[in-house]
Nanobody, 115 residues
Framework: QVHLVESGGGLVQPGGSLRLSCAASGFIFSNYAINWVRQAPGKGLEWVATISSRGRTTYADSVKGRFTISRDNAKNTVYLEMNSLKFEDTAVYYC?????????WGQGTQVTVSS
C-alpha cells in the first residue's frame, strides 16, 4: 500500500527557512518522479516543484531560486528546502506521485509564514 508522509512544517518568520520531508513506502520509490504541491488558504492547488527519478529538478517561478527539491533514494525520502520564505508561501504542502494515471498524496504539512 502506498504511503506518503510529509513532515517538517511549522511557523516561521518572513525570510526564514524550513525543510520539509516526504517519506514514501509501498512502491519502488527510485523509479518515480515526486512532486511538491501546495494549497494556500482559500486558494486552489499550486504545483511547487518536481524531482525526476534521475534527480532532474523543475520549479514554479514563484519559488525558483528560493526552494530546492532533493531526494535520497536510500531513505525513500524527498526533501523541500525552503529559504527566504514569504508571507505568500503560507500553505499546506503536499507531496504527490503519479502511477498508472492515479495520483497518490500525503496528508500534508502546514507551513505558516508570519511575523
Amino acid at each position: 500500500q502506498v504511503h506518503l508522509v510529509e513532515s517538517g512544517g511549522g511557523l516561521v518568520q518572513p525570510g526564514g527557512s524550513l525543510r520539509l520531508s516526504c517519506a514514501a513506502s509501498g512502491f519502488i520509490f527510485s523509479n518515480y518522479a515526486i512532486n511538491w504541491v501546495r494549497q494556500a488558504p482559500g486558494k486552489g492547488l499550486e504545483w511547487v516543484a518536481t524531482i525526476s527519478s534521475r534527480g532532474r529538478t523543475t520549479y514554479a517561478d514563484s519559488v525558483k531560486g528560493r526552494f530546492t527539491i532533493s531526494r535520497d533514494n536510500a531513505k525513500n525520502t524527498v526533501y523541500l528546502e525552503m529559504n527566504s520564505l514569504k508571507f505568500e508561501d503560507t500553505a499546506v504542502y503536499y507531496c504527490k506521485f503519479t502511477f498508472l494515471s492515479l495520483d497518490y498524496w500525503g496528508q500534508g504539512t502546514q507551513v505558516t509564514v508570519s511575523s
